[in-house]
Structure formats: structure tokens, C-alpha cells
């Protein structure tokens, strides 16, 4: 019986090779969509599924309330505080140690930074899947001056990978290879390429709210996230900061860490939830429109198979028979296309790696060949379920006698499954063009400072550049050729401030305010960009700008403060600021001055706030370099800067950045979506199109005796082919009228999210539905025009 039903499919492909062909296109675009997609939200989804029991570890992240920003790290002294906390059964730590402990190596007479140190507990292998290639992992955990290294650093380092024993100069001892270890998979937000002990004299010099590690906590089952997360925030703000409110704990879920957070201390950078389901929602109205396009063909080609119905039923056939043969002409239509699918993915894979950001790739012989055979056998079910239904429907006896009429049901399934393609199409397009009119004002907001010709050269001392005042340093680089200035900074204005203090000043509650603040170093407005509204810039022609500390214990350092904060203490007018002091740390005084615009710190996601910066005075273990260069310069400047770092600081300089492209980075997320979403469009448009032109070409045929009449009585081919297109077209303004309510809300909820945003604009609404009209008007036309061309003696000579 199957046989009989291929052998009768592959006869109907053959008599109607425009109905296959066009459907075999659809679908095969479609599926191939679904299958891109598929691969991408399966690898997604699998980040860290496969660490020890990672439906019950979490991971501590603090929201902290003084600069308003959420970050994943806490400090490594948590362990000590959490006996009392019954549901926590273990903690582990990953503590960053660059900046603790000396991190260059000598390498045939050249520093070498090693990158991605870490510190781990010794119960790493509890929560972290890590496959031991040699050596001994407890031993590099547990033992000082030992070094544990991924495959990928030990052939970067030693250029070969047995290398346990081995030894690496540092700049006091030398570090000995304990363990090598397989590197890390991708699907894991998991990244470090070498670990070694946290030792006593480290731990010795942080604290309860020193906040450089992450720490992952494993509950007992059954446990109260949120009440464990409360009892955090508790201890924390109560033994950490003077039990004041600085900080709430919430606690990750291991596996929903890559999709779900997306703050800029990231192990790596993460995924994107919202583009996952962005991506999903998007191939279903793909597949959907591919199978409508599949139905509307499959109902306006019906009367074709009515005689074939008809016959079958009279030798005796059932309805169910009926089915199961049109359903297996779908399934056909559908595996054949999936084939054809599978070869758009090989060739198309590279292009979408680049856009996802991913190395995936199609194995047929894992599980996924079943999920492209499940989606392959659903679409034919789903697409060829109501043409089989409605074809096997037709009465023999009306058949045979030449008594067929479709049936206001049909046509009306046949109108508003265009409709629901053409809304589609609709949508995607309006939403594309707000995307994009979003991305556009991000990258031209008002930021308070410049973000072009900037580099930024991180991961040096502190001390070095800020305690020191390494002027030295700072005018042997701004006397490169091409550099304008140089100065020092503590923070990239692209993540978020790290650090705060609490302010006084005349008129403030005695208490004060809690303010972040950014160190910076002489000539900061010039260099940044800032935009000084009032008064000047921090300067070396002016000795007390730079932080310094007095005999009787206190100390000072002139200060910028931002428009804000100007009007939050009282001054409306900027210029009035200048010259005023700001008490901090009880003793401590900053004069202003001067005033910069308010500065956008990270995404414009994130709230504003008033900000200080202190010349010569920083918090952190590390900071930057901020060179100002002419443009074209950028190689040039970047080499001799290298080259006067490391013969001045002894040390590899291997975090060089561009200011531009650390903004860019904060809006990959945006930009993703926008792509994706544009791309849809135009695939959703050109499917839209595909259906367009089968029922176009049905409907002209079968009203071609009609047009021949009003041709013969005078009509004009214009005239003839807008008689054509009108069904259509009114079918288009309908769609609009569904599209337009449904998108507004969508598109408003997405651009809620952003404290900047553009205002939904008509003429968006408008291009969209001008645009899908035209195509409509010109698939139709190109089918129309043909129909209304021919003469009418070639359909009216057998009348």
C-alpha cells in the first residue's frame, strides 16, 4: 500500500511541477531556519547542564545599591561566614589573581603575562567537569608556587604539553607545572587558563568586602534560594559594611548563568536569553508561513484532483485512504525538502557562525538527526493535514457530473492565512526599522565624554601609576609622534564604577551620600573627552590637584564633580561649585575644581548617577593607561607604547583596547537581535512572496475566460492586471489593521527596557505596509500581466 501511495505522489509531483516547486522552495528554506536555529538554541541551552549537580549550585551575585550595578563577584572569605546558613552543604571558590600575585613569567629573556589566573578551592572538581591530562590537581591546589595550566597554555607557554615538573621565572621564585588539564568546554561560562593556591599572606590582605572571586554555592535539595540569598545580604551588609544597606545577594542558577547575566565581570562574555527566544519564535513564523503557503496552494490546486477523487472514490476507496495518500505526498514534499534544507545549513553555517558568535556544526549521527526528522514528518502532518482533509471531502457523484464548487470555507481559510502572512511580514518590518532606529541613538547619545581615538591600556599597577606619579612614564609616552595625551584612570566608563565613598558638604545630612568615584591622573578632561562646563582640568602645573596625605592624618586632592551631583548639592548654577570642598573618609578633603557634564558610565540600560573623580586617589589593585592619539595612528602609537611599558615596568602589556569598541561591545546583544530580525524579515518577505505568486497564478488562470471577455469589451491591460491585483491588495490593508496593535505592544515592551529610547514612529508603520503592498502588487502583476497579455482568442474559441 505505501508503495502505491509514493508511486501516486511521485506522478502527482510530475503533473504539477509549479505547485511542487514553489512549495519545495518554502520549505525548504523554512526548514532549513528551524534547523540553524535549532543548532543555536540547543548549544545555548547546554552551557554547564553537565557540571556535578548543577540543578542545585548557584552562583552569589551582589547588587550594589551605591552605584546602582549588579556584578557576580564576592569575596573569598564568603566560605567563613556561611556555617550558619544550614542549607548551604559547600562552597567553592574561584578567586581572581591577577593583581595579587606576580603574574609574569620570563620566557627566553621575554615577559609573558599569564592570562586568566585564577585561584580555585580544593573541591574544584565538585562543581567544575575537569578531565586531568597529567600531574596531580590536588597537589597545584594545595601547594604554594605550584601552577596548574589548560592544554592551550602550556603549548603557548612551553610550546608542548608534557610539561608537568617544569618551571616558569617569575620576578621573586619561579612557578612549578603541579597539573595539566583539558581545556574548558564552550558550552561552559567557566574560563581559566591556569590556576594556583590561594595562600595564607593573600587572604591575609582582603576582606568580608573585598569583592574579587566567585563564589558558588551548593544547597541541599529542597532549599529556599531567596531565604538563603536574604540571609546573605544579612551578614554581608551587617559584618562587611557597618550594617549599613550597600549590597543584596541573589543567587544564580549554575546552568542559567551564559543566558542570564550579562554584567561585565563575566568569566566570559555570556549569551543572550532574549535572543534564544527571539530566534524561536521567529523560525515557528517561518515554518508557519511556508505551511500556510502549502495549504493556500494545496486548496487552490484541489479542483485539479477533484476527478482523481472522484474516480478513487467510486472504485471503492475510503476517506481515510484518501488521506493517508495525501498525507504521504506531503511528508514526501517535506523529506525531500528537509535534504534540500540540510545542504542550505553546510553552505550557510560559516555565515551564521559569524552572526550567533558560535563554532557549531550539523552531526547527522547524534541525536539531532531526530530532531530534524521529527520537525521534517511535522511539517508535512501540520501542512498537508486540511488540504488532505478538504480534497478527500468531494462527493463522487458532484465530481463525476462536473458539480464542483469550492465552498465559502475553503476560501475563507485560503484569505486569512494571507492575511496572517502578510501581518507577519508586516511586523517583522516595522519591527527591524525601530531596531534599528534604537541601535542608531545608542551610538549617538550624548556619553559626557569622547569615545573615538581612545586606547586604553589595562592591567598595570596601580601603585605605579597612581601612588608613584609616574610622570616619567606618562611624558615619555605622550612624546610618541601621533599621541595628543596620556593620563591615568581606574575604571573603563564602559563597565560600571567599582568604587564609592561617602561624601559630605555644605548642606549635605551629616551622614553625607554614598558617591561612586573614578582615580584619574593629570590632564583627565583632555584626554577622555570629558566636556568641562566649569572651571579646569586636573593639572601638573598645579602641585595639590594630586592626592596627597598631611602629618596630622588627613589628606586631600582636588576633584571634578559632574553636573549632577553639582545640582544635588545645591549649586544650579556649575560655575558656583568650583572652588567648594567635599569632605570624605571623615578627615579627608576634596576642592573642586571644576565640573564636567553628567557622564552615561556602561549601558544607557543602567541608571545615571552622580560621579567624582579624584586626582591621584584609587581603590583598585589595577588601571589604565588613556592615550589620546591622532587618527591612522592607532598601530603606530599601540607598538611604541608596548615597547616603553614593558622596558619601563618589566612586565608583559597585553590588554590594549579600543574605548569605541569596549562601547560597541555593550550593545552586541541589541545589534544580534536587530540582524536576526532584519534577516527574517526579508526571508519571511520573499516566503510571503512564494505563496503570493502560486495563488496568483492559480487565481489568473482560473479567471483567464473572464479577462479575455473584458479585454474583448474594451478593457486595458493595466486595467486588467490592478483587476487581478485587488484581491490581494485589500487582503494586505487587512493584515495591516491585525499587525499594527500586536506590534506597537511588542516593540514598546522591548524599548522599555532602555532609559534612552526612541519614539515609535507612523512613518515606520507606514513604509511597512507601503512596502509589502508594492511587492504584493508586483508578485501579482508579474503573473497578472502575462494572463491579461494573451490573446482572447486562445480562451474563447472553444466557447
Not at 545645591?570 to 571623615?586: K, R
Not at 474594451?714 to 491588495?729: C, Q
Amino acid at each position: 500500500m505505501l508503495n502505491n501511495y509514493l508511486v501516486t505522489a511521485l506522478r502527482a509531483f510530475r503533473r504539477q511541477k509549479q505547485h511542487v516547486l514553489l512549495n519545495l522552495f518554502g520549505l525548504s528554506i523554512g526548514l532549513a531556519a528551524a534547523i540553524l536555529v535549532a543548532l543555536f538554541v540547543n548549544f545555548e541551552r547546554s552551557f554547564d547542564q553537565f557540571q556535578p549537580q548543577h540543578e542545585n549550585t548557584y552562583r552569589v551575585s551582589q547588587y550594589f545599591y551605591p552605584i546602582a550595578a549588579t556584578a557576580p563577584v564576592s569575596s573569598p572569605l564568603l566560605e567563613k561566614f556561611t556555617g550558619n546558613i544550614s542549607d548551604i552543604t559547600a562552597v567553592f571558590t574561584l578567586t581572581i589573581l591577577n593583581g595579587l600575585t606576580d603574574d609574569q613569567v620570563t620566557i627566553k629573556g621575554e615577559y609573558v603575562k599569564l592570562e586568566d589566573m585564577y585561584s580555585a578551592t580544593p573541591n574544584l572538581l565538585d562543581f567544575i567537569d575537569i578531565q586531568v591530562l597529567d600531574g596531580s590537581l590536588q597537589a597545584g591546589l594545595t601547594q604554594p608556587d605550584r601552577l596548574i595550566v589548560t592544554q592551550t597554555e602550556a603549548l603557548r607557554l612551553f610550546g608542548r604539553t608534557d610539561v608537568v615538573g617544569d618551571t616558569l621565572q617569575r620576578q621573586e621564585g619561579h612557578w612549578t607545572i603541579a597539573a595539566v588539564i583539558a581545556d574548558l568546554p564552550d558550552n561552559s561560562h567557566f574560563a581559566f587558563r591556569s590556576l594556583a593556591q590561594m595562600t595564607p599572606e593573600m587572604l591575609s590582605k582582603l576582606s568580608l568586602s573585598s569583592n574579587n572571586s566567585y563564589n558558588y554555592l551548593r544547597l541541599r535539595e529542597g532549599a529556599d534560594r531567596a531565604l538563603v540569598a536574604n540571609k546573605l545580604t544579612e551578614m554581608l551588609n551587617e559584618m562587611a559594611y557597618e550594617s549599613q544597606e550597600v549590597v543584596k545577594v541573589t543567587l544564580q542558577p549554575l546552568a542559567q548563568i551564559h543566558l542570564t547575566s550579562h554584567t561585565r565581570f563575566e568569566l566570559k562574555e555570556g549569551g543572550s536569553e532574549s535572543t534564544v527566544l527571539i530566534c524561536i519564535g521567529l523560525s515557528i513564523l517561518l515554518i508557519v508561513i511556508v505551511s500556510v503557503n502549502f495549504i493556500n496552494m494545496s486548496i487552490a490546486q484541489a479542483s485539479q484532483r477533484a476527478k482523481e477523487v472522484g474516480v478513487r472514490k467510486a472504485l471503492g476507496a475510503s476517506k481515510t485512504q484518501l488521506v493517508s495518500q495525501f498525507l504521504t505526498e506531503s511528508i514526501l514534499l517535506s523529506t525531500i525538502a528537509a535534504v534540500i534544507a540540510c545542504a542550505i545549513v553546510e553552505l550557510s553555517l560559516p555565515w551564521f557562525n559569524t552572526l550567533v558568535g558560535r563554532e557549531l556544526s550539523l552531526n547527522y549521527a547524534s541525536s539531532f538527526s531526530g530532531f530534524i526528522a521529527a520537525i521534517t514528518v511535522l511539517v508535512g502532518l501540520v501542512a498537508g493535514l486540511y488540504p488532505a482533509l478538504f480534497i478527500s471531502s468531494f462527493s463522487a457523484k458532484r465530481v463525476l457530473s462536473g458539480d464542483l464548487q469550492r465552498g465559502k470555507t475553503a476560501i475563507w481559510v485560503r484569505k486569512s492565512l494571507l492575511v496572517l502572512q502578510s501581518a507577519l511580514s508586516i511586523s517583522l518590518i516595522i519591527s527591524s526599522i525601530t531596531l534599528y532606529q534604537q541601535l542608531d541613538l545608542l551610538n549617538t547619545l550624548p556619553l559626557g565624554y569622547e569615545k573615538q581615538h581612545k586606547m586604553l591600556i589595562s592591567g598595570l599597577d596601580r601603585d605605579e601609576l597612581f601612588f608613584v606619579n609616574n610622570s616619567a612614564l606618562l611624558s615619555e609616552i605622550k612624546r610618541i609622534p601621533g599621541v595628543n595625551s596620556v593620563s591615568a584612570i581606574d575604571n573603563d566608563l564602559t563597565e560600571v564604577i567599582r568604587s564609592s565613598i561617602r561624601f559630605t558638604w555644605d548642606g549635605s545630612s551629616e551622614e553625607g551620600e554614598v558617591i561612586p568615584f573614578v582615580g584619574a591622573g593629570f590632564d583627565i578632561v583632555e584626554t577622555h573627552g570629558f566636556n568641562l562646563i566649569a572651571g579646569r582640568d586636573f593639572s601638573a602645573d598645579f602641585a595639590a590637584d594630586w592626592f596627597q596625605k598631611h602629618e596630622d592624618g588627613s589628606s586631600s586632592a582636588s576633584i571634578l564633580i559632574t553636573r549632577q551631583l553639582a545640582k544635588l548639592a545645591g549649586f544650579s548654577n556649575p560655575q558656583d561649585a568650583v572652588g567648594q570642598t567635599f569632605g570624605f573618609n571623615q578627615a579627608d578633603k576634596g576642592k573642586v575644581v571644576g565640573v564636567i557634564e553628567d557622564l552615561k558610565v556602561g549601558s544607557v540600560k543602567d541608571a545615571s548617577l552622580p560621579v567624582i573623580v579624584i586626582c591621584g586617589m584609587s581603590y583598585q589593585n589595577e588601571a589604565r593607561l588613556v592615550i589620546n592619539f591622532e587618527p591612522l595612528q592607532y598601530a603606530a602609537v599601540k607598538a611604541e607604547a608596548e615597547t616603553i611599558l614593558q622596558r619601563q615596568m618589566n612586565k608583559a602589556i597585553s590588554e590594549v583596547e579600543l574605548l569605541a569598541n569596549n562601547y560597541d561591545e555593550i550593545y552586541q546583544p541589541e545589534r544580534q537581535v536587530t540582524q536576526v530580525v532584519m534577516i527574517f524579515s526579508m526571508l519571511a518577505i520573499l516566503l510571503t512572496c512564494v505563496g503570493i505568486l502560486g495563488l496568483a497564478s492559480f487565481s489568473a488562470l482560473r479567471r483567464s475566460k473572464e479577462v479575455a471577455i473584458r479585454k474583448v469589451l474594451g478593457d486595458t491591460v493595466f486595467g486588467l492586471v490592478n483587476l487581478l491585483a485587488k484581491e490581494f491588495l485589500l487582503l494586505v490593508l487587512l493584515s495591516a489593521v491585525v499587525a499594527f496593535p500586536v506590534t506597537y505592544w511588542l516593540v514598546d515592551d522591548w524599548l522599555n527596557n532602555f532609559n534612552e529610547r526612541v519614539s515609535q514612529s507612523i512613518l515606520a508603520y507606514g513604509l511597512a505596509v507601503t512596502l509589502v503592498t508594492v511587492i504584493t502588487w508586483l508578485t501579482v502583476a508579474s503573473i497578472a500581466y502575462k494572463v491579461a497579455s494573451a490573446r482572447p482568442s486562445l480562451k474563447l474559441r472553444y466557447e
